[in-house]
Each structure stands twice: as structure tokens, then as C-alpha cells.
């Protein structure tokens, strides 16, 4: 009976990282060619009102689903459990209508105090959203919690695949109209509406079973369900969202900041637009960081669940060294190449200094998300409160005076310092726990020199192929090329110094073709 829920849990965590996964792709991907279609200052208006529409996602994916997937699977009585998704729904929908109606009546506040009075309609139009996610929210976290992960992960990738091919075809046929840049936003942000509704259709049956119910909650268990949604429930969605958290302060104050320094309001929007560019790299960076870590998560909840505290210590160790040699390496990479990603994916090569600070970011993104994914696992997810709070106030506090001072590259550096310390702090908290990253002076210097010599390695195939750049097609092609090498040239190096054994190796997707392809190791560093 204990290796079943074990299975179980495996599975479905299996499922949903790799929905989960997919689906940060196709969002990070959609953004270059909406930049393509509507340049700087049409993207720079869509990522202005983005952080509002994030926050409802991860809301609806990510947050309270994880935190009502937890009750329902404690609850065995299935009239209590019943009452406990009702109660939590109406709880839900409370919130949301405070949401919608704070954002819809506020909306020409919030937009002056973003330095552009018409963003006000992309405010009322994602504002709509949060009316929908309380749906999502508890159909999504009521499969979760009976390990039915089928449904939600469609859903996720339904609801993508619909908003993207919303916002690429409003952005075509806006262009091609004549709409203004905010008439498209305004658009594109309903299409994220009619994602949601889209993803509802898979929780059909749910919502039936809920129509024709006659439970009605007791006060005691929605006051008590109340308590843990804006506590626990709202923690989770807030981690979730940090990174969605960093571009709301942005949101607030970059433009301001350098209209401040100097710039014009159009010149301002302009250089926003650029600086957002970063928000598609960091995606795939950390995408890319955390997708072998996370695969090895349902090892560590079957490890949990089965009470094997070593072999639990062992993998988490194991996790953060890769998600750290994966997070320095996808880092050095993006940044060398960052003056041809650059051109080759948005155009241009304006505002490299800041997209490549800002690709700092992903490494300390990277071990405090997965920080926070150790900590849920161990149901204490109370001790990083405290994390998260150091990082919004340092972003608050430095964001402005240092865009005033250094431009975007300015805000780029308060979005590391912040995350830089916030990953400081969260070792702290996981000490407290008795928890160990497990990641040794020796393995970072290890680490740090495969980077380093793939960098150098990266470089010379980019200065030799120079000849490649005479248009954004072939200045696709070069970075393709150094992509490759540099994957090559990282683990040949990561082999030949034994930055892992065979043995972890082979735990890790894809590890055993490694081996086999490079066969020779060295214990060099």
C-alpha cells in the first residue's frame, strides 16, 4: 500500500513538470515574434500590463492548485472533502472579485502610476481574467489532489496554445489594419481570456459533479479553509509569480525612472521595450536550468513519502549541482552570445550591457526556485516568507535610483542584487531544516572552469564565423552553430573533469548517452 500512492505521486508529478515545462517554452517563445510584428514600444506596452496577467496564472496554474491539491488528498471523506472545494471556490471567487473590481475601477490610477494613462483599457481587459481563475484554480488543485494529472495538464497546454495563437494573430491583423499599439494589447489580453475558458472545457465533469452537489460548507470549516488559502495558498502563488513579482516593480518605475534621468516619454517606452527582452531569455534560461533538476523531484517526493530520509538528503544534493552547472553554464553561454541572439531574434543589438547582466539572474532564480520547491516538499513553506519579503524590498528600493544613475543596465543589476541575496537568505532558511544544497567549493570551481572554457571555446567559433552576420537569418544560423559547440564542448569538459560520477550521470535525462559519447574522465580540478 505504500509503494502505490509513492507511484502515484511519481507519475503525476511527472506529468505536470513536463506540461509545465512546455508550456513555459511556447510562452517564452511567442514573445519574439510579437516584438517582431510590434516593436520596442508595442512590446514595451504588452510587458507593462504582463505582470497583472502573470500573476492571475500562476494563480490559476501553479499557486492555489498546489495548495488545494494538498487538502483534498488529506481528506478521505468524500462529503467533507466535497464541502472543502466548495467552500474553497467561494473563497476564491471572493478574492477574484476584489481583483477584478480593484483593477477595472482603478484602472486610470494604476495606469498613471505606471507614467502611461492608456494603458487603462489593458488593464480592463485582463482585469476580466480573475473572474475565471478561481475555476481553474479549484478544478485544477481538486484532479491534482485525486492524482487525476490527465486533465490539468491539458489544460495548461490548451490554454497556451490558444493565448499564443490569439495574441500572433490580433498582433497580424492589427499590423496589417492599422491598429494602435494599445488596441492590440488590449486584444491580445483577451485572447488570454478566451485560453482560460478554453482550458474549463477539460474540468467538464467537475463542474457538473459541483452544479448538482447540495453540500453547503459549514462557517467553522470555510473560516478555517479562508485562513489557510491567504496564508499558505497565497505564499506559494507569491514564490511562484517572483520573477512576475520583479517586472510589476518594474512596471511601476523603470519608465519613470528614466524619463527621471532624462530620456522623453517615447524614448523611455522605447528603451522598456528593450529592457523586457530579457524576460524571453530568462524563460529559456531557466527552462533550461531547471528541467533536468525538476525531473528528478517525484524521486524526491517517493523518497519523502517513503520516509528514506539519506537517499532523500542524496538527491536533493544531486539536484542542486545540476540545476547549478546547468544555471553557470546556460548563463556564461546566453551572455557571450548575447550580442547575436540579440540581433538575430529582436533585430537588433541595443541594450546587450543590460539583457547580459540580467542573465545573471537565472542562476540565483534558478536555486531559489528550487529551494522553494525542497520546502514545499517538506510542507514548511512558511520559512521562506521571509525570502521573499528581502527580495521585493530590495527591488523596490534600489530599482529606481539605479535606472536613474545606470540606464536599464540599472535595473538589471536591482533584479540580481535582489535575487543575489534572496538566494542568501533561502540557504539560511533550508539550514534551518537541516537541509544541505550539497554544492561544495570544489564543485563550483569545477563548475565555473567548464563554463569559463566553453565561453572561451563559444567565442572563437563566433569571432571565426563572423562572415555569418549579413543578415538576422544567418546571424540565427552562427548562434545555432555556437549553441551546438558549446553544448558539446561544455560536456566534454564536464566529463573529463568529473563533475559528476557515473552514477548521477545515469540519473539524469539523457545521462547514459553522455557516458557512452564521452567516454574518457579525468579528475582534473
Known amino acids: 500500500m505504500k509503494n502505490k500512492p509513492a507511484s502515484f505521486a511519481i507519475k503525476g508529478a511527472t506529468i505536470l513538470t513536463f506540461a509545465a515545462l512546455l508550456g513555459k ?49 488529506k481528506e478521505i471523506d468524500e462529503k ?37 494613462n492608456k494603458l487603462n483599457s489593458l488593464i480592463k481587459s485582463v482585469s476580466w481574467l480573475y473572474l475565471v481563475v478561481p475555476f481553474l484554480s479549484v478544478a485544477r488543485g481538486y484532479n491534482q489532489g485525486r492524482q487525476e494529472m490527465i486533465p490539468t ?14 495574441i500572433i494573430i490580433v498582433a497580424l491583423v492589427g499590423t496589417v489594419k492599422g491598429w494602435s499599439l494599445y488596441q492590440i494589447g488590449s486584444y491580445a489580453f483577451l485572447g488570454s481570456i478566451v485560453g482560460a475558458f478554453c ?34 495558498g497565497l505564499v506559494i502563488c507569491l514564490f511562484a ?33 528593450i529592457y523586457d527582452r530579457s524576460q524571453t531569455l530568462l524563460q529559456l534560461g531557466l527552462v533550461l536550468a531547471m528541467s533536468f ?32 552547472s546547468i544555471s553557470i553554464a546556460a548563463t556564461f553561454g546566453l551572455i557571450v552570445l548575447m550580442p547575436d541572439i540579440n540581433k538575430a531574434l529582436f533585430g537588433s543589438s541595443q541594450g546587450d550591457l543590460a539583457l ?12 531559489i526556485l528550487l529551494d522553494n520547491a525542497i520546502l514545499q516538499s517538506t510542507s514548511n513553506y512558511k520559512k521562506n516568507i521571509l525570502v521573499l519579503i528581502v527580495i521585493m524590498i530590495t527591488k523596490i528600493l534600489t530599482n529606481f535610483q539605479f535606472t536613474v544613475y545606470f540606464g536599464i543596465a540599472g535595473a538589471a543589476c536591482s533584479s540580481v542584487l535582489s535575487m543575489a541575496i534572496g538566494a542568501f537568505f533561502s540557504k539560511i532558511a533550508l539550514k534551518k531544516m537541516a537541509i544541505n544544497r ?65 552514477k548521477e550521470w545515469k540519473s539524469i535525462p539523457g545521462g547514459k548517452y553522455i557516458i557512452s559519447f564521452f567516454k574518457n574522465r579525468k579528475d582534473v580540478l
Not at 547580459?356 to 536555486?367: Q, V
Open 153 to 166: 495538464a491539458l489544460s495548461q497546454l490548451i490554454e497556451q496554445i490558444v493565448r499564443i495563437g490569439s
Open 356 to 367: 547580459s547582466i540580467s542573465m545573471l539572474t537565472i542562476i540565483f532564480a534558478g536555486i
Open 80 to 116: 467533507k472533502r466535497n464541502e472543502q472545494i466548495i467552500a474553497i471556490l467561494y473563497i476564491l471567487l471572493m478574492i477574484g472579485i476584489c481583483i477584478f473590481l480593484f483593477l477595472f475601477l482603478y484602472s486610470d490610477t494604476i495606469a498613471n502610476f505606471m507614467g502611461d
Open 438 to 502: 550539497g554544492v561544495s567549493n570544489k564543485f563550483l570551481k569545477k563548475a565555473v572552469s567548464c563554463s569559463l572554457i566553453m565561453t572561451f571555446v563559444v567565442l572563437l567559433v563566433r569571432l571565426s564565423t563572423r562572415f555569418l552576420t549579413f543578415s538576422r537569418l544567418a546571424n540565427f544560423g552562427q548562434c545555432l552553430l555556437c549553441i551546438l559547440v558549446g553544448i558539446i564542448s561544455y560536456l566534454y569538459f564536464a566529463r573529463y573533469c568529473n563533475l559528476f560520477s557515473d
Open 25 to 73: 517554452i511556447l510562452s517564452a517563445i511567442y514573445r519574439v515574434p510579437f516584438q517582431n510584428m510590434v516593436g520596442n514600444r508595442g512590446f514595451y506596452i504588452y510587458q507593462q500590463i504582463y505582470p497583472i496577467y502573470g500573476l492571475a496564472m500562476t494563480i490559476g496554474l501553479t499557486g492555489f492548485p498546489v495548495y488545494i491539491s494538498k487538502i483534498i488528498a
Open 199 to 232: 482550458a474549463l472545457v477539460f474540468f467538464s465533469n467537475f463542474f457538473k459533479e459541483i452544479i448538482t452537489a447540495k453540500y453547503c460548507p459549514s462557517f467553522s470549516v470555510t473560516q478555517k479553509l479562508f485562513k489557510g488559502v491567504v496564508s499558505e
Open 241 to 273: 509569480a517572483i520573477l512576475v513579482l520583479l517586472q510589476l516593480v518594474d512596471s511601476f518605475t523603470l519608465k519613470n525612472a528614466l524619463q527621471a534621468k532624462g530620456y522623453g516619454m517615447k524614448s523611455a517606452e522605447n528603451l522598456k521595450g
Open 293 to 324: 533538476s525538476t525531473s528528478l523531484l517525484p524521486t524526491l517526493i517517493k523518497n519523502k513519502l517513503e520516509r528514506n530520509g539519506k537517499k532523500f538528503q542524496q538527491d536533493i544534493q544531486l539536484v542542486y549541482r545540476i540545476c547549478m
